[in-house]
């Protein structure tokens, strides 16, 4: 069964270190979407992408925060520096077609990041 | 701007009891909705979804009716399962030029034997 792949599963850094997660979206999937997620919260949208083109960021931290998909394919998400609100489980999920309103997203297992 | 509430949690049920967790919804347009569960250390997987008013979405004995009228679209189950132990979010998609999702802050529930 094809799943959302991300990398590490598990990140602590210290504050203002830089920090990178990977994602692998389902083969064939045209929609990424990066989530972080507070604890006790629900996923708040960072980032969607449309193949390589951004979508929506609106609500991503630009100072510090990046993020990129340039085949259109799996995509990073950057953090520099880090600080210590960043602490958060951070979730991928991607979805088939383009501009379709009814698919369901499938997402990862996430990347939990730990600022100390 | 779109937006989903939930009830507040922990709902906690004895096994068998009937569920209601609630979700109402504001957004342009005609949003599809959706539900999610979460299980401990997981990520979110589709419980069961509407696309239109009048729909309802069912799965593992879950239901949800998508209720345009009171823009709500609560999630019930007859028979709760100690298994069903899990944090449940409301989300939606609306189009406002492409279609951004929405989640509520999740609601958790704890069944007990």
Same mark, same amino acid.
């Given at each position: 069964?094809?799943?959302?792949?991300?990398?590490?599963?598990?990140?602590?850094?210290?504050?203002?270190?830089?920090?990178?997660?990977?994602?692998?979206?389902?083969?064939?999937?045209?929609?990424?979407?990066?989530?972080?997620?507070?604890?006790?919260?629900?996923?708040?949208?960072?980032?969607?992408?449309?193949?390589?083109?951004?979508?929506?960021?609106?609500?991503?931290?630009?100072?510090?925060?990046?993020?990129?998909?340039?085949?259109?394919?799996?995509?990073?998400?950057?953090?520099?520096?880090?600080?210590?609100?960043?602490?958060?489980?951070?979730?991928?999920?991607?979805?088939?077609?383009?501009?379709?309103?009814?698919?369901?997203?499938?997402?990862?297992?996430?990347?939990?990041?730990?600022?100390? | 701007?779109?937006?989903?509430?939930?009830?507040?949690?922990?709902?906690?049920?004895?096994?068998?009891?009937?569920?209601?967790?609630?979700?109402?919804?504001?957004?342009?347009?005609?949003?599809?909705?959706?539900?999610?569960?979460? %299980?401990?250390? *997981?990520?979110?997987?589709?419980? @069961?979804?509407?696309?239109?008013?009048?729909?309802?979405? #069912?799965?593992?004995? +879950?239901?949800?009716? %998508?209720?345009? *009228?009171?823009?709500?679209?609560? @999630?019930?189950?007859?028979?709760?399962?100690?298994?069903? #132990?899990?944090?449940? +979010?409301?989300?939606?998609?609306?189009?406002?030029?492409?279609?951004?999702?929405?989640?509520?802050?999740?609601?958790?529930?704890?069944?007990?034997?």
């Amino acid at each position: 069964e094809a799943e959302v792949a991300q990398s590490p599963r598990y990140k602590i850094t210290e504050k203002s270190q830089a920090v990178a997660f990977w994602c692998d979206p389902i083969s064939g999937h045209a929609t990424l979407y990066w989530y972080r997620q507070i604890l006790g919260q629900g996923p708040e949208l960072l980032v969607q992408f449309q193949d390589e083109s951004v979508v929506d960021d609106s609500q991503l931290p630009k100072d510090r925060f990046s993020a990129e998909r340039l085949k259109g394919v799996d995509s990073t998400l950057k953090i520099q520096p880090a600080e210590l609100g960043d602490s958060a489980m951070y979730l991928c999920a991607s979805s088939p077609g383009q501009g379709v309103g009814y698919n369901e997203q499938f997402f990862g297992p996430g990347t939990r990041l730990t600022v100390l | 701007g779109n937006s989903v509430t939930q009830m507040e949690g922990p709902v906690t049920l004895s096994e068998e009891a009937f569920l209601t967790i609630n979700c109402t919804y504001t957004a342009t347009g005609y949003p599809s909705l959706f539900w999610y569960v979460q %299980y401990p250390g *997981e990520g979110l997987q589709l419980l @069961l979804k509407a696309t239109k008013a009048d729909d309802k979405g #069912s799965n593992k004995g +879950f239901e949800a009716t %998508y209720r345009k *009228e009171t823009t709500s679209f609560h @999630l019930e189950k007859g028979s709760v399962q100690v298994s069903d #132990s899990a944090v449940y +979010f409301c989300a939606l998609l609306a189009s406002g030029g492409s279609y951004i999702p929405t989640f509520g802050r999740g609601t958790s529930l704890i069944v007990h034997p």
